[in-house]
């Protein structure tokens, strides 16, 4: 909750009361990524996308540390029971919806 986002995410939602709500799948992707040889959350987040065939992963990168970051989502899997885990724990955060310009 100390690093908040402000200007237009801080508008959508993305605020102390979301951070709250969050902190268990936050945290369940820290252990699931140190139970994978210290993978971020970012890298679990993008390895969990990857899982769905449903969805089309188009990252994008600005320098060579995000490149790197992304790179480690690469070349491992998600036991299903970890997908199962952690689609269960999303679902139990509150969806941030709106774009801040719909409020104008």
Same mark, same amino acid.
């Given at each position: 909750? $100390?690093?908040?986002?402000?200007?237009?995410?801080? =508008?959508?939602?993305?605020?102390?009361?979301?951070?709250?709500?969050?902190?268990?799948?936050?945290?369940?992707?820290?252990?699931?990524?140190?139970?994978? !040889?210290?993978? $971020?959350?970012?890298?679990?987040?993008?390895?969990?996308?990857?899982?769905?065939?449903?969805? $089309?992963?188009?990252?994008?990168?600005?320098?060579?540390?995000?490149?790197?970051?992304?790179?480690?989502?690469? !070349?491992?899997?998600?036991?299903?029971?970890?997908?199962?885990?952690?689609?269960?724990?999303?679902?139990?955060?509150?969806?941030? =919806? !709106?774009?801040?310009?719909?409020?104008?």
């Amino acid at each position: 909750e $100390t690093n908040l986002p402000s200007g237009a995410r801080q =508008q959508m939602g993305y605020n102390a009361d979301f951070c709250r709500k969050a902190a268990p799948l936050l945290d369940l992707m820290r252990i699931v990524g140190e139970n994978h !040889g210290g993978k $971020t959350p970012s890298q679990v987040a993008l390895n969990w996308l990857l899982t769905n065939p449903d969805v $089309t992963v188009i990252p994008g990168v600005k320098n060579r540390e995000q490149v790197e970051e992304l790179m480690g989502a690469l !070349g491992w899997q998600l036991s299903e029971a970890e997908v199962e885990e952690l689609r269960k724990a999303a679902k139990a955060v509150p969806p941030v =919806q !709106g774009f801040p310009a719909e409020k104008f």
